[in-house]
């Protein structure tokens, strides 16, 4: 119970220091080309390095599991949904 109580205070504290990106229970199946999926505890897209390595930081000091993703293919996300942190890095820049 103390676990889930510091969890749920570390994930209020991510989503204040970054109130514009970062969301709760966002369904996963939207993010990956296979559609399935259910939602991840914290989730947050972002389109530069500049914004990934402060939220990266702010996720590792608080101890949250994170796990970065790209466009969503070659992954497979649980039914049961991502307890943790779902970063989505998308360099719109770069070659497809």
């Not at 969301?23 to 399935?36: Q, S, V, Y």
């Amino acid at each position: 119970m103390k676990r889930i109580m510091k969890q749920n205070q570390h994930y209020d504290e991510l989503e204040k220091q970054f109130p514009d990106i970062v969301r709760r229970n966002e369904p996963l199946d939207r993010h990956t080309t296979l559609k399935i999926g259910g939602a991840a505890d914290l989730f947050c897209e972002v389109h530069s390095a500049d914004t990934l390595c402060p939220v990266l930081k702010a996720a590792r000091s608080l101890t949250i599991p994170t796990v970065i993703i790209g466009r969503g293919s070659n992954i497979l996300v649980d039914d049961e949904g991502f307890r943790g942190f779902i970063v989505k890095y998308v360099n719109d820049e770069l070659p497809r």
